[in-house]
Nanobody, 126 residues
Framework: QVQLVESGGGLVQTGGSLRLSCTAS????????MGWFRQALGKEREFVAA????????AYGDSVKGRFTISRDGVKNTIFLQMNNLKPEDTAVYYC???????????????????WGQGTQVSVSS
């Protein structure tokens, strides 16, 4: 069983930055594909970013390109989401997701991920 633990959410002003982290516990011989999704109040869950376990390819949602960066801690199953130039519309609960293998074209599809964290709140004030 894989457990995901997120941290780093909080309240920030428009234009500010936050860094989220997520650690997956489970098989130590597996490098999971991991990603971030977010869900704002009253809206559907939206893809933010993902990084593949093999090769490290990344993908980003259109609304965060150029502002957010996803990275991995070496060979560990810990990822980070550096969020810069935050906007009020970035306010949401951010969820970490993971799976053993996800093809590149499916990174943005939440159905590709079997494991999910509890979520961490990010609030951006105007």
């Amino acid at each position: 069983q894989v457990q995901l633990v997120e941290s780093g959410g909080g309240l920030v002003q428009t234009g500010g930055s936050l860094r989220l982290s997520c650690t997956a516990s489970g098989r130590t011989d597996t490098r999971y594909t991991m990603g971030w999704f977010r869900q704002a109040l009253g809206k559907e869950r939206e893809f933010v970013a993902a990084i593949r376990g093999r090769g490290g390819s990344t993908a980003y949602g259109d609304s965060v390109k150029g502002r957010f960066t996803i990275s991995r801690d070496g060979v560990k199953n810990t990822i980070f989401l550096q969020m810069n130039n935050l906007k009020p519309e970035d306010t949401a609960v951010y969820y970490c997701a993971a799976d053993t293998y996800v093809i590149l074209s499916a990174l943005s599809d939440e159905r590709s991920y079997d494991y999910w964290g509890q979520g961490t709140q990010v609030s951006v004030s105007s």
